[in-house]
Each structure stands twice: as C-alpha cells, then as structure tokens.
C-alpha cells in the first residue's frame, strides 16, 4: 500500500502543472504529494528526456504520470522515471483529451481494464517505487458499477499500489475535454462503495474539491483527497495542508518569505534561458480575496509576461498587496 501520509495530494492537470508550478506548490505545503503532467511514455523514450522530466529536489515527494497503452513502452519510461528520482509513478487511465484518444490511452483505457492490469504489472515488474492509476467512474456509456469494479480488480490484483478515481464518468464522444470538467454530475458515493469494497486497498477521491474542509470531510470515506483545480486557481489553500492533515504547528503564513523565495526561484530560472512569465503564471491567484489582489493579478499578467522582465517584478506586485493584521490569509 502506498504512504499513507500521501493522503493529501495535488492532481496532475495539462499544461499546468509543470515543474515551476510544482516548486511554487511545494513552497505552500511540504507534505502534499505532487504530480507532474501527463508525459507520453513514447516522449520519454525517445525525446529530451531532461526537458520533459527535470525537476527541482525541493519538490519531494512528487510522482510522474505517464500516458500510454503499451506495457512495454510504459515499463521502460517508468524505469527512466523512477532514475530521474521520481517517488511514484502514476498512470493516466481519466484524461478525456482528443489527443490521448487518438493515442488509445487516457479514459478510453476504462474500456479495456485488462490491458490497464498489463501495463501495471510490467511497471511494477520494472521500478520499486510505487505503481499507481488515476481513472475515472466509467466512460461513455458503460455503467460505474461493474466498470469501476472491473479497473480497480484488475490494477490491484496486477499490484498497483493506490487507485485515484476521479468521481466522473467521461464522455469521450459529444462532449469537449472542457465540458468533461462539469458534466455530467460527480458521483462521490461511488466512489465510497469502492473503498467498502475494497478495505485493504488505498482508494483516493478527486474532482471538484474546493477546499480543505471538503478534502477532510473525504477521509471519513476514503484514504486520500486530492485537490485540482481549486489548488491552481486559489493556491492559497495549499498554505494550510500541512497543519489540517499532517498536525503541523499552524503559524501565520509568511507570504513575504514566499515570494522571496519565488524570486529567488525565477533568477534562477532566468539564468538558465527561461522567461519570468514561466514561473508566475501559475501564481496568479494567491491573493485571493486579499485587498490588492487585483492589482497583483494585473502585474503577473502584463509586466511579468513582457520580454526582459525580472524578478522584481513579482515583488513589485506582492508590495500591492493589503495584508490585514498579523495573520494573513490567501484563500
């Protein structure tokens, strides 16, 4: 079974959450658990394999997941992951995108479960990091009940160390990978009935947690929340993981510090060839509901994003924020 303390974790999101965005994350919570993009196992294998995979060691523990549908191939892009010192491998069977269905891999793989308990078993055969898969409820028009079963039997029964179900069926034919954030409902409960199910198993619950009393409330459930959107969009909640899930003596959050670090960070980065906009994009709503915050969103959307910007241009836009008393808030 994979670390409990893993329980809390930030979802991999396209285009999104990129090595930058993981180091800022990290920066919030120490102890979430962390995920990369989807990486096309065929990328890794034969591409620039530290452009796709480089990441800071500050980012521990943070997992690779990977895209495909060919046990062998995904066998050996999880053992080049696993070097590159990822702590968890993670495979994709819940993206709803165009370009992983031309791929067959993503949610279409909820249709052949078998295969997904190959391509596991040759992971596991290759790494000793743990194996996981991210799904979801069923596709199209498969029912949850016996669709769901049939994964999470396969997987665990393969050796997969933990199940992340993203409480939504996809549709794979009608609906944009947009409109599948939304539609149709979430189904928590089955969810639930997976973990009753399977008692011994680590089950993990994700999709349209907004916050950490929804990601609590989950635990009484399920061993794991894992926070998407919510966590990119409102960062600010991550300062508060570690002292609501890990007992972590709960101070006021020092955002100046953070944001020192970040420019220390974006120096760095710009050292190397990289633009500031790189690393505050993802930033840009740590204010929220902070008087200033508007302004702060307009420096990290227009001076940050301008050639030759440095990083005093993310301490320009802290200094517009309003901090009220000693205990500033940013969710």
């Not at 066998?75 to 495979?91: K, P, Q, V």
């Not at 029912?143 to 409480?167: I, K, N, Q, R």
């Not at 409102?234 to 959050?253: C, M, R």
């Not at 633009?275 to 709503?285: K, N, S």
Request: glycine share 10%; charged share 25%.
């Amino acid at each position: 079974m994979i670390n409990q303390a893993h329980r809390i974790s930030v979802a991999p999101m396209m285009d999104w959450t990129d090595r930058h965005c993981r180091f800022f994350h990290r920066q919030l919570t120490s102890r979430a658990l962390l995920y990369t993009e989807m990486v096309v196992a065929d990328a890794i294998i034969h591409g620039a394999r530290e452009r796709l995979l480089g990441f800071d060691a500050a980012e521990h523990p943070v997992a690779l997941q990977l895209g495909g549908s060919d046990p062998r191939k995904l066998a050996e892009a999880a053992r080049i992951g696993e070097a590159f010192g990822y702590d968890e491998i993670n495979l994709n069977v819940g993206c709803p995108s165009d370009r992983v269905q031309s791929g067959t891999f993503g949610a279409c793989l909820m249709k052949v479960p078998d295969l997904v308990a190959d391509c596991v078993a040759a992971m596991k055969a290759v790494v000793t990091i743990p194996v996981t898969v991210k799904c979801r409820i069923g596709v199209d028009e498969q029912d949850p009940e016996p669709a769901l079963d049939a994964l999470a039997d396969g997987v665990f029964d393969a050796g997969a160390d933990a199940l992340w179900v993203h409480a939504r069926k996809a549709w794979l034919e009608g609906l944009s990978p947009k409109e599948n954030r939304d539609i149709p409902p979430l189904d928590y409960s089955r969810v639930y009935r997976l973990k009753a199910r399977k008692p011994n198993e680590f089950i993990g619950i994700n999709g349209g947690i907004q916050s950490i009393e929804e990601a609590r409330a989950h635990l009484d459930h399920v061993d794991g929340s894992m926070l998407g959107r919510a966590a990119y969009h409102t960062p600010g909640i991550l300062a508060g993981v570690d002292a609501a899930f890990y007992g972590v003596k709960s101070d006021a959050f020092d955002f100046a510090a953070l944001i020192d670090r970040m420019a220390d960070y974006a120096a760095r980065h710009i050292e190397q060839g990289g633009r500031l906009g790189h690393v505050t994009r993802h930033m840009v709503g740590l204010f929220h509901g902070l008087p200033g915050a508007r302004r702060y969103r307009q420096i990290l959307s227009t001076d940050a994003t301008r050639p030759g910007a440095g990083p005093d241009v993310l301490k320009t836009a802290f200094a517009a924020v309003e901090f009220s008393g000693a205990a500033a808030e940013a969710a």
